[in-house]
């Protein structure tokens, strides 16, 4: 069974980092890109950008370019998404998904909260 | 960016009832590869999206057949035959031809 399973929810303040991670099992790592998605509260599904494992070449949305990096480690077969100086609003739920013809698996999310 | 535009952004169905879903791009989603990149998702509430129909209008697996998808070029639409209670959620339809992948704003499907 594929599974995509994120860590745990956090809560940060304004200016520190932070890496949440997805970890892939039950397919080839690295045979599938991963990409992240932003729901911010109470708001609609944005792409972030993508990683292929293989040879962790990413794109990234221009929305999000220069603000979060986009990380993998294959030999644990796991994906990261991280931040060197969160904001405010970066509070959102933060989903990894796989793409198979279209997104066929994804994480259960990992809600990120920066406040004060 | 490809917008995408769906409409309405609410619908509230009695069950039994069809509902229909319109998802408009920007620009075309025809690929010269022959397939169409268009995708519709389901948000239940507190759940990830999971993948309804893939390429315009491919059933996921294990996606019910009151479930369709249909069109072509920029505009497209997801049907509901007969709305069920555990259809309840947010639809989003996708594009991913043009880097960077978008969705649509999302249309919130409740039961009268």
């Known amino acids: 069974e594929v599974q995509l399973v994120q860590s745990g929810a956090e809560v940060k303040k304004p200016g520190e980092s932070l890496r949440i991670s997805c970890k892939g099992s039950?397919?080839?790592?690295?045979?599938?890109?991963i990409s992240w998605v932003r729901q911010m509260p109470g708001k609609g599904l944005e792409w972030m950008g993508r990683?292929?494992?293989?040879?962790?070449?990413?794109n990234y949305s221009p929305s999000f370019q220069g603000h979060v990096t986009i990380s993998a480690d294959k030999s644990i077969s796991t994906a990261y998404l991280q931040w060197s100086s969160l904001k405010a609003s970066d509070t959102a739920m933060y989903y990894c998904?796989?793409?198979?013809?279209?997104?066929?698996?994804w994480g259960q999310g990992t809600l990120v909260t920066v406040s004060s | 960016d490809i917008v995408m535009t769906q409409t309405p952004l609410s619908l509230s169905v009695t069950p039994g009832q069809p509902a229909s879903i319109s998802c408009k791009s920007s620009?075309?989603?025809?690929?010269?590869?022959?397939?169409?990149?268009l995708y519709w998702y389901l948000q239940k509430p507190g759940q990830p999206p999971q993948l309804l129909i893939y390429?315009?209008?491919n059933r996921f697996s294990g996606v019910p057949d009151r479930f369709s998808g249909s069109g072509s070029g920029t505009d497209f639409t997801l049907k509901i035959s007969r709305v069920e209670a555990e259809d309840v959620g947010v639809y989003y339809c996708?594009?991913?031809?043009?880097?960077?992948?978008?969705f649509g704003q999302g249309t919130k499907v409740e039961i009268k």
């Open positions: 998904a796989r793409p198979n013809s279209g997104y066929d698996s």
């Open positions: 039950g397919y080839s790592f690295t045979s599938y890109w």
């Open positions: 990683i292929d494992p293989s040879d962790s070449y990413t």
């Open positions: 620009q075309s989603l025809l690929h010269s590869d022959g397939k169409t990149y």
């Open positions: 390429e315009v209008s």
């Open positions: 996708m594009q991913s031809i043009q880097l960077p992948w978008t």
